[in-house]
């Protein structure tokens, strides 16, 4: 069995300092967050199903 371990998103300003460097930019916190978990959940499609666009 395989079990994948993420989280629920990856934009989360409180993880500054303490899971991304301080000053990296925002714009490199998936590349960082990828390099120690290899799936993340995005869970917008919980609210409603994505439009086609």
Do not use: C, K
């Amino acid at each position: 069995m395989t079990v994948w371990i993420g989280t629920s998103g990856w934009q989360y300003a409180d993880w500054r300092g303490a899971f991304y460097p301080q000053r990296m930019a925002q714009r490199g916190w998936l590349e960082h967050y990828a390099a120690g978990f290899r799936t993340v959940e995005l869970n917008a499609s919980f609210y409603r199903l994505p439009s086609r666009q």
